[in-house]
């Protein structure tokens, strides 16, 4: 993670959203509202909540229109 190894002995995947925050976090006085953008990037690549929320909203709306279709298809049929 923060440590900059990754699972196979590399370069962690979230390596540079921690570099960025650390280097945002040390040159401010008030990190919390200076470096929120940059904490917010960093904690997203590691737990993708945002990335997982989006694609339950999608399956939500796609699954919504296919029962829908199919219930106007069930209507039609004679």
């Not at 995947?13 to 570099?19: D, I, K, M, Y």
């Not at 925050?21 to 590691?46: G, H, I, M, W």
């Amino acid at each position: 993670m923060s440590s900059g190894f990754g699972i196979n002995g590399g370069r962690g995947r979230c390596f540079p959203f921690w570099q960025e925050f650390a280097k945002c976090y040390v040159q401010t006085d008030s990190p919390r509202e200076v470096c929120k953008n940059q904490f917010e990037d960093y904690q997203e690549c590691l737990y993708h909540r945002k990335e997982l929320l989006r694609l339950s909203i999608v399956q939500e709306e796609y699954e919504k229109q296919k029962a829908h279709k199919e219930h106007e298809a069930s209507q039609k049929k004679p």
